[in-house]
């Protein structure tokens, strides 16, 4: 994999190429994982329930399969801003805005937001049993979340319905203890943020940002192209100002072999290439070969890390027919070929027009 100078307003300089070895097999590889994901459908339709389920996607076999609806939802209720996170054999699923989706007028469908929740649902892949667990201390949505060591970082998100600013609050979960404990917090208001644990640390990238003591309807602009880093064992959070450069916040960011890869933002979720970032420059550049053409509008679309492997998990609308011609895809991007990384993965037919709720997250299954 190499680096270009971008072409975009992400940085300005290329990072030299690595020394790359013949990446492992793509079958050895993805084996032992799953990647879970959380969906609802757009509308409601006859005899179905919009709520939330779970399904999971196969990377052996190209297959995505059914798992368990949410528990806790009402008919036509959907959770969304929640995050969903893997640790051990379990998934977690933590607060978010809960609404419901009620007819307008005519055949037309809205969100009416019904309350912030700090709920944490478990769900142990290998039991299919749910469980709930200790709630957060602080309601939350559209949050930064990550596991570091065997424990679920939290930071940042809304905490109510009426707010028009995010929050700084940030706390930590010991699954082993079903204990929230808090952290001290961001020196700035995030929501939209997103977490990653890089290096050891938690990083807490982008979001709608501004100062505790800003002016509530301005926002400071060196806070919202920031990222800030949380070091576990020092208590601490440090201010990464221009970390990410645009006042639109990332959709997402990935880790693989120690290096940060971002492919759009929450406006447009894929931007036609992907980006890594050079922490000595402090800037994002474009990955060479990494542009795509067949990955182009996807209505949903989320990244999962598999080894060297990005798993690009995507929904389209194909042609007329609404519902009938959605499928899904998946395009695999090898981050250690030098040519020729990209391939595309057999089209699956949809039943019904389903939206992801939250993005996916990896399961590594046991021996």
């Given amino acids: 994999m190499t ?34 994901a959380s969906f609802c459908l757009r509308e409601p339709a006859p005899n179905a329930n919009v709520s939330n389920w779970i399904e999971c996607y196969n990377p052996c076999d190209n297959t995505w399969t059914y798992v368990n609806p949410v528990p806790g939802l009402a008919d036509n209720q959907v959770l969304k801003g929640f995050a969903m996170v893997s640790l051990g054999d379990s998934i977690f699923i933590i607060g978010g805005r809960l609404c419901r989706k009620d007819r307008a007028r005519g055949e037309e469908f809205i969100e009416v937001d019904v309350e912030v929740l700090s709920t944490v649902l478990r769900y142990n892949v290998t039991t299919t049993q749910w469980s709930k667990c200790t ?177 690009f998990l995507a929904g389209y609308r194909r042609g007329a027919g609404g519902s009938s011609n959605f499928i899904s895809m998946v395009h695999v991007f090898d981050s250690l070929a030098d040519e020729d990384a990209w391939r595309d993965l057999e089209p699956i037919q949809e039943v019904g027009d389903k939206e992801l709720c939250s993005h996916g997250c990896v399961v590594q299954l046991s021996k």
């Fill in 3 to 36: 680096i270009s100078s971008p072409t975009t307003p992400m940085g300005f300089l290329p990072s030299p190429p690595r020394t790359t070895t013949p990446p492992p097999s793509p079958e050895n590889t993805s084996s032992r994982y799953r990647v879970m």
């Fill in 135 to 311: 709630p957060l201390g602080t309601p939350r949505y559209d949050f930064a979340c990550t596991v570091c060591e065997n424990k679920i970082y939290v930071a940042g998100g809304k905490s109510t319905l009426e707010s028009a600013r995010g929050i700084s609050l940030a706390e930590v979960f010991d699954p082993a203890l079903n204990v929230w404990t808090p952290l001290p917090s961001m020196s700035t208001l995030r929501y939209k943020c997103v977490g990653v644990t890089w290096q050891g640390k938690i990083l807490v990238v982008g979001g709608f940002a501004d100062r505790l003591d800003s002016d509530r309807t301005v926002p400071y602009a060196l806070e919202r192209s920031s990222a800030e880093l949380f070091d576990p064992s020092s208590g601490r959070w440090d201010l990464m100002v221009g970390m990410w450069q645009l006042d639109v916040p990332p959709n997402q960011i990935v880790v693989v072999d120690g290096n940060l890869f971002s492919s759009g933002d929450c406006l447009k979720a894929w931007k036609g290439h992907i980006e890594a970032y050079d922490m000595n420059l402090n800037i994002w550049n474009i990955v060479d070969g990494s542009q795509l053409q067949t990955l182009c509008s996807p209505l949903y679309l989320t990244v999962a890390p598999l080894g060297t492997l990005l798993y």
